[in-house]
């Protein structure tokens, strides 16, 4: 086991000496010691990083610019989200007024029967919950047991693609079937590879934890971003409701409504299903950006603060970290860098939405190759969001570490990977599949919850079954929300080293020298 408290500094100005254990091994049990011990600041020169390169050291080491970024992007993002609240404030004074539609909880009051109501709004209520109360479970289970939990995760990521690839070809949906074969292959490939890489990751991820039990605030961030996105999704599961029950054809509120009572209503609204989906659809897509936002102002909060303080400056007992670093990254994130967060965000957002649409075209699909041309188009998509979101983290740190835009981050980020090799890579990503793969298990949990809940309490707007679908597709989409958001405060600080380690290898010498080696 690594003593982390030995007395250790590499030389200035050059490489780190041989002076940390070249073996050493990491035991994630107790209370293990988290970092080491120094009595002088980390160099500050040195030709370690890709920034040392920048003209008048534009940025410096843990020393972001107190400026503006991206201000276009901050900009269309507070636009969509002021456009968001008026949508909301429009539709659910509308539902207010005319009692909700009815609906409450449980299989006695089911409410009007023509769409949406209360009912469901309390149903994905419930959902939020159980997403929130899983997502801690979950990352209970992480600190515990992170070696079981890595392996567990990696055999059951690529027995899921197996299955898949087996489904499709029983089901003769063949456009599928070849590319999930196609990823299947390459996982079994590769799976070997990751094996052995398991004992490093799972040192990798103790050590983030231990750093995150030495600083609470990671986790004080990580709950205050899941309230904050389980309130986003309360918000945004009202809204959507109160959307159908205002412009559904049919529903009291409608001019066009036929019913003999309010045949004419004073101020009624015009209803369609054109309506209806044109605004669920800007719903949705605020939603989403709203939420990538979010998570990702999370990360930069924990990235710049504890995770960066602790690799740049040690352990706080030290008295070399600044004062109050959660805080003041946080200001930076939700202040001067929201325009750069939300720039990368809006990137994944659209992608989403653009996977979304691609299969919606499959399903609608009059002819099988009008349907495999969408198939393909989906699944490309989809292999290019999940890209662009495991680029976009790192940029995020760049960010928050070095106040740099999100073009300047991304190009710097681009040449980490290049130089980096795949081995720290897929380290990293091993960490990865366990958090992410927790954020699937709970949208699972979410949807199989609400599906429970509809077949118990049978509401009136559900007798042929009509919104099952929507709902558990809404109901999985909290859960997995609220996972990924806790998650990622975790997989924040793993990531926070990797980029530490490209910009200033020799830190991680005096850090970790178990990990360093």
């Known amino acids: 086991m690594a003593d982390y408290n030995q007395q250790y500094y590499p030389p200035q100005g050059g490489p780190p000496s041989q002076g940390y254990p070249p073996n050493a091994q990491y035991n994630p049990g107790g209370s293990e010691p988290y970092a080491q011990q120094y009595q002088q600041p980390p160099p500050q020169g040195g ?74 709004a309390y149903l994905l209520l419930l959902v939020t919950g159980v997403g929130a109360f899983f997502s801690i479970c979950y990352l209970i ?16 990521s690529i027995a899921l693609n197996i299955a898949l690839a087996v489904y499709m070809w029983i089901t003769k ?10 990823i299947a292959i390459f996982s079994i490939l590769a799976f070997w590879g990751f094996w052995s890489r398991i004992p490093l990751a799972t040192m990798l991820l103790q050590v983030t934890m ?39 054809p049919g529903n009291p509120t409608c001019s066009n409504y036929s019913g003999t009572a309010n045949a004419t209503i004073t101020g009624a609204t015009r209803c369609s299903s054109g309506t209806v989906a044109g605004l669920v659809f800007f719903e949705t897509f605020s939603f989403l950006w709203t939420s990538q936002v979010i998570g990702n102002v999370c990360l930069a909060t924990v990235a710049g ?117 795949i081995d720290a890579l897929i380290n990293d990503s091993l960490v990865g599949i366990t958090l992410n793969f927790g954020g699937y298990i709970v949208g699972i949990l979410s949807a199989l919850f609400g599906y429970i809940y509809l077949r118990s309490t049978k509401p009136s707007y559900n007798s042929d079954g009509q919104y099952t679908a929507p709902v558990l597709l809404f109901a999985f989409l909290i859960g997995l929300q609220c996972s990924l958001t806790l998650g990622s405060a975790i997989e924040a600080g793993v990531s926070t080293i990797f980029v530490g380690l490209g910009e200033d290898p020799q830190i991680l010498a005096q850090r970790a020298p178990a990990l360093f080696g």
């Open 210 to 248: 231990d750093v995150a039990n030495h600083h609470k605030s990671v986790y004080f961030v990580a709950v205050c971003g899941l309230i904050a996105q389980a309130a986003l999704a309360v918000w945004y599961v009202y809204t959507v409701t109160a959307t159908y029950a205002k412009w559904t």
């Open 305 to 421: 603060g504890p995770f960066g303080g602790w690799y740049y400056f040690g352990p706080k007992q030290d008295g070399l970290m600044p004062k109050h670093p959660t805080a003041s990254a946080f200001v930076r994130a939700s202040t001067l860098s929201l325009g750069s967060i939300a720039f990368g965000s809006l990137i994944v957002t659209i992608l989403e939405l653009m996977r979304l649409l691609a299969n919606a075209a499959q399903n609608d699909a009059n002819d099988a190759f009008a349907a495999i041309l969408a198939c393909v188009a989906a699944c490309c998509i989809s292999c290019i969001e999940g890209l662009v979101e495991y680029f976009n983290r790192y940029a995020y740190i760049e960010i928050a570490l070095y106040g740099k835009p999100y073009i300047p981050a991304a190009r710097d980020t681009w040449r980490l990977f290049k130089d980096r090799g």
């Open 47 to 120: 030709n370690y990083g890709y920034n040392s390169n920048e003209k008048n050291g534009e940025y410096e080491r843990f020393k972001p610019k107190k400026r503006l970024n991206d201000p276009i992007f901050l900009f269309l993002f507070i636009a969509q989200l002021a456009g968001f609240a008026v949508v909301s404030a429009l539709a659910l004074k509308s539902w207010i007024s005319e009692g909700g539609l009815g609906g409450g909880v449980g299989g006695k009051s089911t409410g009007n029967s023509v769409t949406l109501n209360s009912h469901t």
């Open 141 to 156: 289970l992480v600190r515990m047991f992170t070696s079981i939990i890595m392996k567990v995760t990696l055999i059951l």
């Open 173 to 182: 949906y063949y456009s599928g079937a070849i590319i999930f074969t196609i």
